[in-house]
């Protein structure tokens, strides 16, 4: 997970955005890809290796997440899981009768924000919360929100750009209530939290193993023994009919010692992680005037620290980083190449032009303090330096 | 998004003529200053020319490289020449853009518009009557 090598310079916050793969997750798939190639479909040796390789990493993802392997559906990642979870269960409960209703946020990821609006075109319809100023939703909104045709509550776990940590537990209370279905996307809570299935209170659950040091494009959704879902590919009855296609049988073995590894090192990794990002912070604010934290005052995930530098944008404050060699992101990596503000740091209430100014800085277990104090020296400059190329003049 | 041209990162890195000229012959501005990429453009015109030019921006790393691309190309012509700089130009000056930030060269365009309009204006007063 050192791949830092080639050039010493090369110094990565951008965690959220994706991970390197781990030496031990690579070393993992590599069999899968020639030498033990078999369908694990199919019935002789060959495909015997692949299925075994299969149900073991399904146990090691069960056993991160506090499921029984049973309750893990193998799909092409994140994207894919928030699909299944939101399309899968609205198929399975609506009814012709009534108009379903499906209660999310307005800071999800566009995986879930994005289907929901594709949703809403066939009949479905949809509130999106609000988030506080710290970027939490609240569970008494989405209990005021629930009519007798809800069919599902979507709400992440940890929020991708600001890292603040939803009140899951208090929303499944209200799902349970109301005999509703609780999806959660929990892509950037996994790997950098402990995550426990029945403590978040989840029927559904998204994970992506790319966030968290395992390879890209192969992901997991939990789903709670006994939750109505129906399959959104039709094909072949692979994943117990849920997922067709032939499964990725390298990325799922990467993506089970991803999980296996996690769950070893996440304590010493959390705390080493948080103490960076704590220095980040303090830093930023000492050094730089008129900037803030985003969800500073919320509950989030150790490695998040998203900031606000007024009067310079997001998008030429992380191009200069990155040619001084730091690589982090503006909005979430998903909105580059739009010029629109952040939606979350928006529903947050945050001026659009601020909200244009904010940069995330998210960290790693392989982040180090070097590495933190040369970031410290860079951004102050950096900021400086386009402020004085801005008409817009602060009070300092 | 990917650059490939020196001549982007140098005007982003080093951009040329920053700052604003004080008491200037003429200002021009371009953009939105509550939403989103702001230029201000300050002039001298010495002898029908553009003797000095200066910029402040706050925009993303196109639209800086762009105007400090474009106050390189007014600098010492004719406000005639400098009415003439278009937002393809300047574009061409940082070695082409991508599609979603080939606007931001326009911004470079308009202000200096602007600030040579704000010039002939100013004049067009100053002049003693008939
Ligand atoms: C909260 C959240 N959900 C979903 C996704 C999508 O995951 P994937 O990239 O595995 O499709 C991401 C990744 O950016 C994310 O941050």
Redesign the pocket.
Request: proline residues 4%; aromatic residues 4%.
């Given at each position: 997970m050192n791949d830092r090598d080639e050039k010493g310079t090369r110094v990565y916050f951008d965690h959220?955005a994706t991970t390197g793969a781990r030496r031990e997750v690579v070393e993992a798939m590599l069999p899968y890809f020639s030498r033990r190639f078999g369908n694990a479909s199919s019935l002789h040796l060959f495909g015997q290796e692949a299925r075994n390789a299969v149900e073991r990493a399904r146990s090691q993802v069960a056993s991160l997440i506090g499921a029984e392997p049973g309750e893990i559906i193998f799909t092409s990642?994140?994207?894919e899981s928030?699909n299944l979870a939101i399309r899968g269960v609205v198929a399975a409960k609506r009814t012709p009768a009534r108009r379903p209703h499906v209660i999310t946020s307005s800071i999800e990821?566009p995986?879930v924000i994005r289907t929901c609006r594709a949703l809403e075109k066939e009949g479905v319809d949809v509130t999106f919360l609000p988030v506080n100023s710290l970027g939490a939703v609240s569970a008494e909104e989405v209990e005021a929100a629930v009519r007798p045709e809800t069919l599902l509550i979507s709400v992440?776990l940890a929020n991708?750009e600001t890292g603040v940590i939803q009140p899951s537990a208090a929303i499944a209370g209200v799902a349970r209530r109301g005999g509703i279905a609780f999806h959660v996307?929990a892509?950037?809570g996994a790997g950098k939290i402990p995550v426990d299935a029945g403590a978040v209170g989840a029927d559904l659950m998204?994970i992506?193993a790319?966030k968290f040091y395992g390879p890209k494009g192969i992901?997991a959704l939990y789903i709670r023994r006994g939750t109505g879902i129906e399959a959104v590919l039709t094909g072949g009855h692979q994943e117990s009919g849920l997922r067709a296609g032939t499964e990725n049988v390298p990325a799922i073995a990467g993506f089970g010692e991803a999980c296996r590894i996690s769950a070893d090192r996440l304590g010493a990794e959390m705390a080493h992680i948080a103490r960076l990002r704590d220095r980040i912070e303090r830093g930023i604010l000492a050094a730089i005037p008129d900037v803030g934290i985003n969800g500073a005052g919320a509950e989030r995930v150790p490695n998040t620290c998203n900031v606000t530098v007024r009067r310079v944008e997001g998008e030429a404050l992380t191009l200069y980083l990155s040619v001084l060699g730091f690589a982090l992101s503006s909005g979430s990596?998903?909105a580059t190449g739009e010029t629109d503000p952040s939606h979350v740091l928006i529903a947050m209430g945050l001026d659009p032009v601020d909200a244009q100014g904010s940069i995330r800085i998210s960290l790693g277990a392989e982040n180090t303090d070097e590495e933190v104090d040369a970031f410290l020296d860079a951004l102050p400059r950096v900021a400086a330096r386009l402020r004085e190329m801005s008409p817009i003049r602060g009070k300092c | 998004m990917e650059f490939v041209d020196g001549r982007f990162f140098d005007h982003f890195m080093d951009p040329r003529n920053v700052g604003r000229i004080e008491d200037p012959d003429g200002t021009g501005a371009a953009g939105d200053p509550s939403c989103g990429d702001w230029l201000l453009v300050t002039i001298r015109v010495e002898r029908g020319k553009i003797g000095e030019i200066r910029f402040l921006c706050r925009g993303c790393s196109s639209a800086i490289a762009t105007s400090s691309a474009m106050t390189e190309l007014a600098a010492g012509k004719s406000l005639e020449e400098a009415l003439a700089i278009t937002a393809s130009e300047i574009e061409g000056a940082v070695g082409g853009l991508p599609e979603e930030k080939k606007h931001c060269s326009l911004l470079g365009e308009e202000a200096l518009k602007n600030a040579v309009a704000d010039y002939l204006a100013r004049r067009e007063k100053g002049r003693p009557g008939p």
């Amino acid at each position: 997970m050192n791949d830092r090598d080639e050039k010493g310079t090369r110094v990565y916050f951008d965690h959220n955005a994706t991970t390197g793969a781990r030496r031990e997750v690579v070393e993992a798939m590599l069999p899968y890809f020639s030498r033990r190639f078999g369908n694990a479909s199919s019935l002789h040796l060959f495909g015997q290796e692949a299925r075994n390789a299969v149900e073991r990493a399904r146990s090691q993802v069960a056993s991160l997440i506090g499921a029984e392997p049973g309750e893990i559906i193998f799909t092409s990642g994140g994207t894919e899981s928030d699909n299944l979870a939101i399309r899968g269960v609205v198929a399975a409960k609506r009814t012709p009768a009534r108009r379903p209703h499906v209660i999310t946020s307005s800071i999800e990821h566009p995986a879930v924000i994005r289907t929901c609006r594709a949703l809403e075109k066939e009949g479905v319809d949809v509130t999106f919360l609000p988030v506080n100023s710290l970027g939490a939703v609240s569970a008494e909104e989405v209990e005021a929100a629930v009519r007798p045709e809800t069919l599902l509550i979507s709400v992440m776990l940890a929020n991708n750009e600001t890292g603040v940590i939803q009140p899951s537990a208090a929303i499944a209370g209200v799902a349970r209530r109301g005999g509703i279905a609780f999806h959660v996307d929990a892509v950037q809570g996994a790997g950098k939290i402990p995550v426990d299935a029945g403590a978040v209170g989840a029927d559904l659950m998204s994970i992506s193993a790319h966030k968290f040091y395992g390879p890209k494009g192969i992901g997991a959704l939990y789903i709670r023994r006994g939750t109505g879902i129906e399959a959104v590919l039709t094909g072949g009855h692979q994943e117990s009919g849920l997922r067709a296609g032939t499964e990725n049988v390298p990325a799922i073995a990467g993506f089970g010692e991803a999980c296996r590894i996690s769950a070893d090192r996440l304590g010493a990794e959390m705390a080493h992680i948080a103490r960076l990002r704590d220095r980040i912070e303090r830093g930023i604010l000492a050094a730089i005037p008129d900037v803030g934290i985003n969800g500073a005052g919320a509950e989030r995930v150790p490695n998040t620290c998203n900031v606000t530098v007024r009067r310079v944008e997001g998008e030429a404050l992380t191009l200069y980083l990155s040619v001084l060699g730091f690589a982090l992101s503006s909005g979430s990596a998903c909105a580059t190449g739009e010029t629109d503000p952040s939606h979350v740091l928006i529903a947050m209430g945050l001026d659009p032009v601020d909200a244009q100014g904010s940069i995330r800085i998210s960290l790693g277990a392989e982040n180090t303090d070097e590495e933190v104090d040369a970031f410290l020296d860079a951004l102050p400059r950096v900021a400086a330096r386009l402020r004085e190329m801005s008409p817009i003049r602060g009070k300092c | 998004m990917e650059f490939v041209d020196g001549r982007f990162f140098d005007h982003f890195m080093d951009p040329r003529n920053v700052g604003r000229i004080e008491d200037p012959d003429g200002t021009g501005a371009a953009g939105d200053p509550s939403c989103g990429d702001w230029l201000l453009v300050t002039i001298r015109v010495e002898r029908g020319k553009i003797g000095e030019i200066r910029f402040l921006c706050r925009g993303c790393s196109s639209a800086i490289a762009t105007s400090s691309a474009m106050t390189e190309l007014a600098a010492g012509k004719s406000l005639e020449e400098a009415l003439a700089i278009t937002a393809s130009e300047i574009e061409g000056a940082v070695g082409g853009l991508p599609e979603e930030k080939k606007h931001c060269s326009l911004l470079g365009e308009e202000a200096l518009k602007n600030a040579v309009a704000d010039y002939l204006a100013r004049r067009e007063k100053g002049r003693p009557g008939p």
